[in-house]
């Protein structure tokens, strides 16, 4: 991926995060014993939906899905007891704003840690990368060139490397508003 593609992935996550630093939110959630507990939703205060899921006893589960301000969805975050646990899967801001781009990753998690294929896209719908990992590890590395040309395996072990750190950044963006706008269970 050319450095204009990974900087306009990143920074719809870091608009995302900075918007939402900036935003006033409304927070939809219960709590139980003191902690989260039930249906979770994160609403702008004019009641746009920005993050929908729910948490048992305090801890993230089943999917948690994340929209732009405009409701273009940006990712879907599958969890079990705080972890990632299934298919995650992000897309590349839209041609408007309130329609996903094209898909960006998906990518298989257990235990959170990937597990399985992991595939990326570049923002033109052209296949970026095919990995496979078994717990954490990288097993398989494929990746190619904006215009298809194979990668050597070498160069696609490197890009993974590089790949693990940005969706790991990405993850932690989206999850850090929602860690920072939990319901109040004083």
């Known amino acids: 991926m050319g450095p204009g593609k990974t900087l306009a992935g990143g920074l719809l996550f870091a608009s995302f995060a900075t918007v ?35 948490f048992a006893h305090g801890k993230k589960t089943g999917t948690f899905i994340f929209w732009t ?3 273009a ?10 972890a990632r646990k299934g298919t995650v899967a992000v897309w590349y801001p839209g041609d408007r704003d309130w329609i996903e781009g094209r898909r960006k990753l998906e990518a298989r998690y257990v235990d959170d840690r990937r597990h399985g294929l992991t595939r990326s896209w570049y923002a033109t719908g052209a ?7 078994e717990h954490g590890r990288l097993i398989e590395a494929r ?20 790949d693990i ?5 990405v993850m932690d963006t989206l999850v850090g508003v929602l860690d920072d706008h939990l319901p109040r269970c004083d």
């Open 20 to 54: 939402a630093a900036a935003q006033s939110f409304e927070v939809v959630g219960s709590c139980r014993e003191g902690l989260p507990n039930g249906a979770y939703e994160l609403r702008t205060t004019d009641g746009r939906l920005r993050a929908v899921g729910a």
């Open 69 to 71: 301000t405009n409701g």
């Open 73 to 82: 969805r940006v990712a879907v975050i599958p969890f079990e007891e705080d």
């Open 127 to 133: 296949q970026r990368s095919e990995y496979r990992y």
């Open 143 to 162: 990746a190619w060139s904006e215009t298809g040309r194979a990668l050597p395996e070498a160069e696609a072990r490197e890009q993974a490397l590089r």
């Open 165 to 169: 750190e940005s969706d790991q950044s």
